[in-house]
Nanobody, 127 residues
């Protein structure tokens, strides 16, 4: 059974930075794409970033491109999200997710393509 545990959330002022991490266990981490999603109060969960199983082809939502960077360490079974130049509208619960298929040819922004989810970590950006 896959287990994903996020950490690194917290309260930060606008313009600041946070680094989220997600530790994975339960199946061969290096075979699956990983993604980050977020959900703000009263809003639907939305795609933030994804990285392919071999660390190539990172993809980002337009609203974070240039500010956030996704990376992974297959030796440590972790995926990270470096968030810079944070804005109050980035306030949300951030979720780590693992693709349901091995060796995808392309990363996905669709929730339905991810079969395993963490419990989320809260990020709050004050103005």
């Amino acid at each position: 059974q896959v287990q994903l545990v996020e950490s690194g959330g917290g309260l930060v002022q606008a313009g600041g930075s946070l680094r989220l991490s997600c530790a994975a266990s339960g199946r061969t981490f290096s075979s699956y794409d990983m993604g980050w999603f977020r959900q703000a109060p009263g809003k639907e969960r939305e795609f933030v970033a994804a990285i392919s199983w071999n660390s190539g082809r990172p993809s980002y939502a337009d609203f974070v491109r240039g500010r956030f960077t996704i990376s992974r360490d297959n030796a440590k079974n972790t995926v990270s999200l470096q968030m810079n130049s944070l804005k109050p509208e980035d306030t949300a619960a951030y979720y780590c997710a693992q693709s349901g298929r091995m060796y995808n040819a392309r990363t996905s922004y669709r929730e339905g393509d991810y079969s395993s989810w963490g419990q989320g970590t809260q990020v709050t950006v004050s103005s």
